[in-house]
Nanobody, 128 residues
Framework: QAQLVESGGGSVQAGGSLRLSCVAS????????LAWYRQTPGKEREGVAI???????TYADSVKGRFTISKDNAKNTLYLQMNSLKPEDTAMYYC??????????????????????RGQGTQVTVVS
């Protein structure tokens, strides 16, 4: 049974918005750190946003002020609201979870973008 299942990707014009969703199994949803990261072919993965068990959020500088990560405990679902999209936001977006055992704070995982569990990804394409 898949632990993380993303949806909501697609193609959008620059300046537009998309909302990604990630339904998690109950156990995975209770991870200390829930996150979104992205990757394009030939490039390293980039941590985009992360939320810890207390609801504290951290964002990559490249998306601050444009993206919002949130979660719905009743639905075991993680979201990423993406506004003012740019062509450079084009990537495969992955939902991820981690128990945060290797770092002092969940926010530290933004830099490494290495998580214990990830979904299958959803493609976001922003056209100019």
């Amino acid at each position: 049974q898949a632990q993380l299942v993303e949806s909501g990707g697609g193609s959008v014009q620059a300046g537009g918005s998309l909302r990604l969703s990630c339904v998690a199994s109950k156990h995975t949803y209770n991870s200390d750190c829930l996150a979104w990261y992205r990757q394009t072919p030939g490039k390293e993965r980039e941590g985009v946003a992360i939320i810890d068990e207390r609801g504290t959020t951290t964002y990559a500088d490249s998306v601050k002020g444009r993206f919002t990560i949130s979660k719905d405990n009743a639905k075991n679902t993680l979201y990423l609201q993406m506004n003012s999209l740019k062509p450079e936001d084009t990537a495969m977006y992955y939902c991820a979870a981690d128990w945060g055992l290797t770092v002092p704070y969940c926010a530290d995982l933004i830099a490494t973008a290495e998580f214990g569990i990830r979904g299958q990804g959803t493609q976001v394409t922003v056209v100019s």
